[in-house]
């Protein structure tokens, strides 16, 4: 059975990570909290979000897994190449991966 993933997560990543973090307060009056001197969390955003200090890529598109093996083996018989295995994070546990098409996604539970 196919386990829905539903987008519940954007990464963006900034080489002038402070800059990005003050434009977006006052563009979008976002607030963030701190989780280490390279990472803000988003808030208030209308979906979950976060800033990574690193070379500036495309946002990354994180999607949500009630069962992260599961998800992890249904997006291998899908296809997907895996980019970074499953690895544990203050909150969770994620993995990484590049659809057909090239787009980089991740799947992130809280399990």
């Not at 988003?42 to 200090?53: C, F, L, S, T, V």
């Not at 083996?73 to 590049?98: H, M, N, V, W």
């Amino acid at each position: 059975m196919t386990q829905p993933l539903k987008i519940d997560y954007v990464e963006f990543y900034s080489a002038k990570f402070e800059a990005t973090q003050e434009f977006f307060a006052k563009a979008c009056g976002w607030d963030f909290v701190a989780y280490g001197p390279d990472y803000r969390d988003i808030q208030d955003a209308g979906i979950g979000g976060g800033i990574e200090r690193g070379a500036h890529k495309a946002p990354l598109i994180v999607l949500r897994a009630d069962d992260l093996q599961a998800a992890y083996d249904q997006l291998c018989r899908a296809g997907a190449e895996i980019t970074k295995d499953i690895f544990e994070f203050p909150g969770g546990r994620r993995f990484e991966f590049r659809e057909p098409g090239g787009s980089e996604m991740a799947v992130w539970s809280d399990t």
